[in-house]
């Protein structure tokens, strides 16, 4: 399994048209055969801020999922939405997925 994370600053004034390019962009990696989970959250901390965290099975369907038109057409629109270089964690890892956290469970 692949994951990464990706910490982005977007930049005030563009917010809307970031939030319209992830949900369009989230809902087409999440529907590719490879992907696991896609998801974009705001910082609770900085209104600014996002992390993006995805899972793939396995580096071809990461691979794939680099080689997907929308891909290119979201990589040539960030530059004018972040107003930093984002930052990205890339992890193989033998795990298939989340498992349970044993700390917590619903009373």
């Not at 005030?12 to 989230?26: G, I, M, N, R, V």
């Amino acid at each position: 399994m692949i994951v990464i994370n990706i910490v982005m600053q977007i930049r005030p004034e563009k917010t809307d048209a970031w939030l319209e390019l992830a949900d369009s962009y989230a809902r087409n990696v999440n529907a590719e055969e490879g992907c696991l989970y896609f998801k974009f959250s705001r910082s609770l901390t900085d209104e600014n801020e996002y992390v993006c965290i995805e899972g793939f099975r396995d580096a071809e369907a990461g691979s794939t999922h680099t080689s997907q038109p929308y891909v290119k057409e979201f990589f040539e629109a960030m530059p004018d939405l972040v107003s930093a270089q984002p930052q990205i964690l890339y992890i193989d890892t033998p795990h298939d997925g989340f498992g349970p956290m044993g700390e917590i469970q619903p009373r």
